[in-house]
């Protein structure tokens, strides 16, 4: 009797195992040991029946990024559309895009630690408006024109938080050995120097 096809959940569900996995081993062992064959054994699956839901490993990964880019940046614009307080909205953005870090440490490490193999630059060249700093940007203009940031360039502004929260985040996740606070202790007191450093003037969060 000929195998029935997937249903499209099915299909939906088998395609999010395989770059689970994927992220897996690239967390366990670095992204020089992924190839689709060693892939495909993970997942059980045949080399050529992976073909099927990835052309290539190169493909593979520009799906990894991209679906995972989508995440974060419904996260964001959720948080844009519900916040209508500037302060309190870079807030939760920032602890969002944290808390999508921290909850899975092998996707945090193929999206940003690993060696991408040069299909980097060619990904954000391609989906740029997936990189929700357009979003975190329009809410530090509202703080500057209104006089409660310093004013300056708006974008170098939402780079900087973003980046200051990023590298706490890499800290705790590659750092062993060191005693450090706690996850939100440490992320919390981050983003409120970073926060106060721009700061004019006191405002509620």
Not at 88 to 96: G, K, Y
Not at 105 to 120: A, I, P
Not at 122 to 137: G, I
């Amino acid at each position: 009797m000929p195998r029935q096809p997937m249903s499209d959940d099915e299909y939906a569900d088998t395609r999010s195992r395989i770059l689970r996995e994927a992220a897996g081993i690239v967390g366990r062992t670095g992204i020089a040991t992924l190839s689709m064959r060693n892939l495909a054994e993970r997942v059980g699956l045949t080399p050529g029946a992976l073909y099927r839901y990835f052309p290539s490993k190169q493909d593979m990964l520009m799906s990894f990024w991209a679906d995972a880019l989508s995440s974060v940046r419904e996260r964001i614009v959720a948080i844009d559309e519900a916040e209508p307080h500037a302060p309190a909205a870079i807030r939760r953005m920032l602890q969002a895009y944290a808390a999508f870090c921290l909850e899975d440490h092998d996707r945090f490490r193929l999206l940003f630690l690993e060696n991408d193999q040069g299909l980097g630059d060619a990904f954000v060249q391609r989906n740029a408006d997936l990189v929700p700093l357009d979003v975190l940007k329009k809410r530090v203009e509202e703080m500057v024109a209104c006089g409660s940031f310093l004013r300056g360039d708006p974008d170098l502004v939402a780079q900087t938080l973003w980046a200051g929260v990023h590298g706490a985040i890499t800290v705790l996740i590659t750092v062993g050995g060191i005693p450090l606070a706690k996850p939100e202790d440490l992320l919390n007191s981050t983003l409120e120097a970073l926060i106060r450093g721009f700061s004019v003037m006191d405002f509620e969060p």
